[in-house]
């Protein structure tokens, strides 16, 4: 059995028509295991956004497959593209997006609420992912609260909080210094490692990129090995 939590084939996206038409993938092909970690770089306006938005299910390829743990995209209609998404895919973003008004252990929690997990059980995983990312002790903070990488931690562990096979990333340290973006990136990186998730990060630090399992770029509008 494969473990292949994400998968693109012959993935192809373009955007307008005859002669402004760009082509922003064409026949694109990723695959990312479960546990690993593969850093995507590409300069701005390369595709790299538009890549994540096609692996989270949040916009559709004119033509090619995404299998998400082995469920075919191509046919579902909006519904089932949001109920596979809500069910196996986490997305951190640069900025946080974490609601003001509740605490970090409250935001994780909601996510899991949402889904249909009892209070009990969110709050402990909640309480669970804080640890793991380093951050337990400022569970009753708000985000107003948290230095900007508790911030993204706790982001972090949101976007883990329904134990998603696949972790999308986009610029999830481009707000941050670089010690700090050191810490999280540690963080990331351990949580995909326990939780056996497959992870795609876009980030323009190519400090972090290196760490990671694999380095992919987009060229020609296809996704290919990349060395720093």
Known sequence: MSN????????????????????????????????ELVALVAPS?????????????????????????GHKTSNL?????????????????????????FTALENIAMPQLIAGISQADADKRAQELLEMLGVGPRASHRPAELSGGEQQRVAIARAAANHPRVILADEPTGNLDPTTSDLVFQALQGLIRTEGAAALIATHNHELAKRADRIVTIKDGKVVPHTL
């Open 4 to 35: 292949s939590f994400l998968h693109l084939s012959g993935v192809h996206r373009h955007y307008g028509e005859g002669a402004t038409q760009v082509r922003v993938l064409d026949q694109a092909d990723l695959i990312v295991e479960s546990g």
């Open 77 to 101: 209609n909006d519904r089932g593209r949001t109920q596979l998404r809500r069910n196996t895919v986490g997305y951190v973003y640069q900025f946080h997006h974490l609601l003001p008004e």
């Open 45 to 69: 306006g390369a595709g790299k956004s538009t890549l994540l938005h096609i692996c989270g299910l949040l916009e559709s390829p004119q033509a090619g497959e995404v299998e998400i743990v």
